[in-house]
C-alpha cells in the first residue's frame, strides 16, 4: 500500500513539469580532492581513464567524478581555508587542470566503454566568485538579509529565482555541447536549493518550483540527475548511513537491516558515512547489495585507480570492494539485464510494474 501511494503521488507531481522518472543504476565514484589533483595536475584524468573498462566488465554503468571548474582549487591567492573544489567561480573548466579538452577526453573514453559520466554541480559558487560583485541582487539572502551559504562559511547560494539561474543553466548546457558530459549531481540540492525561500522577492516564495522546471529542461536536454537528499526529480543520493562506533551518522546500518525496510528507499542510492571499509563481508556485504538491489536501490561504490592520497582519510581500494568485487558485480550484472530493473506491485486488482 505504502509503495501504490507513493509512486501515484509521484507519477502525478512529475506529470505537471513532463519530468520522467529516473532510476539507479549500478554507479561508481572516482575523484580526487584539492591536494591529490595539484599534485597530478592536467594529468588527473589518465587513471581514471584506464580504469572505465574495468569499471565497465564489473557491471557499472555510471561514473561519477569532480573534474575541476574555475574555483578556489586553481586560484593561486586562496588556501585551503577558503573552500575546495566544491567552491566554484563559475561552470568553466579550469585550465590548470586541462580543461574542457581533458574532460572531453576522459568522458569519451567512458563512451567508449558504455560508461556515463556524472559531474558535480550546485546552485552556489563560492563567495569570492566575481558574479556576486556583478550581481549582488543573485544572491540569496535571508530574512534579515544577509548572504545564505547553507551555514558553510564558504559559499553564497544563488537566486533561483533571478538571472543566476540563466546562468548556470546556460553553462551547463554548454558543458553538454563542449565535452559530451552525460548527467549532473546536484550538490547541497535541499538546504542551498529547494527549500529556500526568496526572501528578496514580494511575494516571498520558496524557489522549487523554478528549480524543478529547469531539472526538467536539463532532462529534455538529455541529462541524466542524482540530488544530495532527497527528491523525486532525479535519483536521491544521500550520505545516510553509519555503523557501529562511527563518529556520525544520519541512521544506522543495522536498523533498516532488522526492520527489513529497504522497500522505503526506492529509487534512492544511499551513501555511507564510515571511518573505515563500507563494501566488506561484515559491513555492506554482497548478499546486502543482492537484497537493496532487488528494492530498486543501489549504493554508489567508492573507488580510487590513483596512488596513495596526501590525506590518509582519502584512501579508497583501487577497484570498488577489491577481493570481493566478482560478487558485487554479479549483481549489477543480474541488475542490468532489462526485466530485473522492473518491480512490480500486487493489489487486488492484479499484478503491475512500478515504473
Known amino acids: 500500500m505504502w509503495l501504490d501511494c507513493f509512486t501515484e503521488v509521484r507519477r502525478r507531481i512529475q506529470a505537471v513539469y513532463g519530468f520522467t522518472n529516473e532510476i539507479p543504476l549500478p554507479s561508481v565514484s572516482a575523484h580526487l580532492w584539492d591536494a591529490d589533483l595539484k599534485k597530478y595536475g592536467p594529468g588527473w584524468a589518465k587513471d581514471l581513464a584506464e580504469a572505465m573498462p574495468t569499471y ?21 591567492t586562496k588556501s585551503e581555508a577558503d573552500g575546495n573544489i566544491c567552491c566554484p567561480y563559475d561552470y568553466h573548466y579550469a585550465e590548470e587542470f586541462g580543461g574542457a579538452k581533458n574532460m572531453k577526453w576522459l568522458f569519451d573514453e567512458a563512451h567508449k566503454a558504455g560508461l556515463k559520466m556524472f559531474q558535480w554541480f550546485g546552485m552556489q559558487h ?30 553564497c547560494g544563488g537566486r533561483m529565482r533571478s538571472g543566476f539561474i540563466d546562468k548556470i ?22 538546504n542551498i536549493g529547494i527549500t529556500c525561500v526568496d526572501w528578496q522577492a514580494p511575494d516571498k516564495a520558496p524557489q522549487a518550483d523554478e528549480i524543478w522546471k529547469m531539472q526538467t529542461e536539463f532532462q529534455k ?21 553509519g555503523f557501529a562506533g562511527d ?31 563500507v563494501f566488506t563481508a561484515d559491513r555492506l556485504n554482497p548478499q546486502s547489495y ?46 542490468n539485464k532489462p ?17
Open 169 to 190: 543553466k546556460q553553462e551547463i548546457l554548454d558543458v553538454k555541447k563542449d565535452t559530451g558530459l552525460d548527467a549532473i549531481f546536484w550538490d547541497s540540492y535541499q
Open 247 to 277: 563518529k556520525f551518522r544520519r541512521r544506522l546500518w543495522q536498523h533498516t537491516v532488522d526492520n527489513d525496510d529497504a522497500f522505503a528507499l526506492m529509487d534512492c542510492s544511499p551513501g555511507y558515512f564510515s571511518d573505515g571499509p
Open 126 to 155: 563560492s563567495k569570492y566568485s566575481k558574479v556576486w560583485k556583478e550581481h549582488p541582487e543573485w544572491i540569496l539572502r535571508e530574512a534579515n538579509g544577509d548572504p545564505w551559504d547553507g551555514n558553510y562559511g564558504i559559499l
Open 56 to 76: 565497465r566488465d564489473l557491471g557499472f554503468k555510471h561514473v561519477f567524478t569532480h573534474g575541476v571548474w574555475n574555483s578556489i582549487t586553481n586560484d593561486p
Open 290 to 335: 543482492f537484497w537493496l538491489a532487488g528494492h530498486r536501490v543501489l549504493p554508489i561504490m567508492s573507488a580510487r585507480p590513483w596512488g596513495k592520497p596526501e590525506d590518509p582519510t582519502h584512501g579508497l581500494p583501487h577497484i570498488p570492494s577489491e577481493t570481493l568485487a566478482p560478487q558485487y558485480a554479479r549483481v549489477n550484472h543480474l541488475y
Open 339 to 355: 526485466p530485473q530493473q522492473n518491480l512490480w506491485v500486487n493489489s487486488g486488482s492484479g499484478r503491475f510494474p512500478i515504473t
Open 221 to 241: 536536454a538529455g541529462f541524466m540527475q542524482r540530488c544530495e537528499v532527497t527528491t523525486i526529480f532525479g535519483v536521491s543520493q544521500v550520505a545516510l548511513y
